[in-house]
């Protein structure tokens, strides 16, 4: 890799902890929140700015992996893949990020929070936008019923948050096996994750391969306005794909 190609080590904060992308050998995954033209928030990208990054991720890291082959006991894809996430099930993914994933023949995994489900329709998925969503290709797992901090519950609350939600996932849409995504990167400290569910922790987790550390998986993510190093990040990831893969 160029000299160049590196993210500067006086780069941002927000910058440099996106840095890390996968384990060697293993999917990048990538999360992102809302898509939408005018929210203001730090997590929020215009669709413009989305279908950028994306095209950027698609042309200097690989191509999408199928988030249908995302499991705890996969094995790890030959080439540098990347899962596109989603938390929160926003229905701007719905109105603003999806026909950006269709154009782009991407297909994702939106983490919906089961208790809110169709509960706010002007602001979040219902469960028939989210098995339309299935229907198309994409995948929807469990972002817990409520979005709480895990480890600030009882144990037994934590156990309903994940073990309802995914349930309801699954009863819903089908899915035998939904994959986890942790409320604010946030694992749970007095319930287990059930065995072979994939579940997907923030930029606090470590990059681990998926099978030595399937309840805590890393994912990064593209740092909301600094369109100009996302270029230099990708490739980065790309080097950490190969740099020690067997
Ligand atoms: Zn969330």
């Known amino acids: 890799m160029r000299l160049d190609d ?9 910058v440099r902890t996106a840095v890390a992308g996968a384990a060697p050998g293993w999917p990048l995954v990538l999360y992102f929140h809302h898509v939408h033209p005018t929210l203001d928030h730090y997590t929020s990208l215009t669709p413009a700015s989305f279908e950028r990054g994306l095209e950027t991720v698609l042309a200097d890291y690989g191509p999408a992996l199928d988030p249908a082959s995302a499991e705890a006991d996969m094995a790890p894809p030959a080439a540098p893949t990347v899962l ?16 950006i994933l269709d154009r782009l023949g991407v297909r994702a995994l939106f983490f919906a929070i089961t208790g809110l489900a169709g509960e706010a ?13 299935t229907a198309a290709g994409h995948r929807v797992g469990s972002h817990t019923v409520t979005h709480r901090k895990l480890p600030e519950l009882a144990a037994a609350e934590q156990h309903e948050e994940i073990a309802e939600s995914l349930a309801a996932v699954g009863d819903r849409l089908g899915d035998p096996r939904p994959p986890l995504a942790y409320p604010y990167g946030m694992p ?14 923030t930029v606090k987790a470590r990059p681990r391969p998926w099978t030595a550390a ?33």
Not at 6 to 14: E, F, L, N
Not at 188 to 201: C, D, E, Y
Request: charged share 25%; aromatic share 10%; proline share 14%.
């Open 188 to 201: 749970p400290t007095g319930a287990a994750v059930p065995p072979g569910t994939l579940a997907f922790g």
């Open 6 to 14: 590196r993210i500067p080590r006086d780069a941002p904060p927000d």
């Open 84 to 99: 596109v996430t989603f938390d929160d099930g926003h229905r701007d993914n719905l109105d603003h990020a999806l026909p």
């Open 121 to 133: 329709p002007d602001r979040s998925m219902t469960w028939d936008e989210l098995r339309g969503l």
């Open 214 to 246: 399937p309840h805590d998986v890393r994912r990064t993510y593209l740092p909301v306005g600094r369109e100009q190093l996302w270029p230099r990040l990708c490739r980065e990831w790309r080097q950490q794909w190969w740099h020690a893969s067997p």
